[in-house]
């Protein structure tokens, strides 16, 4: 896995026997060869779920270990969870930085009659971004515009982005309208509008 990944549910799901100490590239798993396959995205976390991490892509399956191409970076217990996603797609397009972001803390400003301010909290915190790729060809575009309506149910389901320094947030679209349009030589600009869930989770 490299790049900006979108990922979305869990596929496979192991219950590791071992706990898994920070650094390495290789876990214990019985029947690894009938349970992944080189090449597959792969995560791990703590057996609840919290700390969750990419670990790259496989990179050798045996009967009896999978390797990856990331090392763990915080040691999990035993009954960590190795899975791989049950749908991802790559944005094999350049991102555009700054990355806008945008908190509404919920609190709005009410001035009475008798000209004084109140603050009143009317909604819950949101925290949300713009995510834009530019580049895209038009094959690509419609790719990911075909994953985000079938695989998301149109942006009814969370997912996951995987940020190229591994950094995960559990993300979904913030509306159903999402803008694209031309760029130079024949490639394409897209503007997906995503509400932030939770910064370090896997959905």
Known sequence: MGGWTFALGKDNEQTLEESVPAGVTTVALAGADAIFEVGNDLF???????????????????????????????????????????????MSAEVVFPIEREVKTGVSIERSLGGTNYAIRTAARVESMTFELDELTPLALD??????????DGG??????????????????????????????????????LLIEAEGEYR
């Open 44 to 90: 791990i976390s703590e057996s609840a779920g919290d700390e969750a991490e990419c670990l790259g892509v496989a990179t050798e399956v045996t009967s009896a270990s999978v390797s990856f191409s990331l090392a763990v970076q915080r040691e999990k217990d035993v009954g960590a969870k190795l899975w791989r996603p049950a749908t991802s797609q790559v």
């Open 143 to 152: 790719a990911l515009i075909l994953w985000i309506e079938e695989k998301t």
């Open 156 to 193: 009814l389901l969370a997912f996951t982005l995987v940020e190229p320094n591994r950094k995960l947030t559990a993300v979904r679209l913030s509306s159903g309208r999402f803008e694209w349009g031309r760029a130079a030589g024949g490639r394409r600009r897209l503007k997906l509008p």
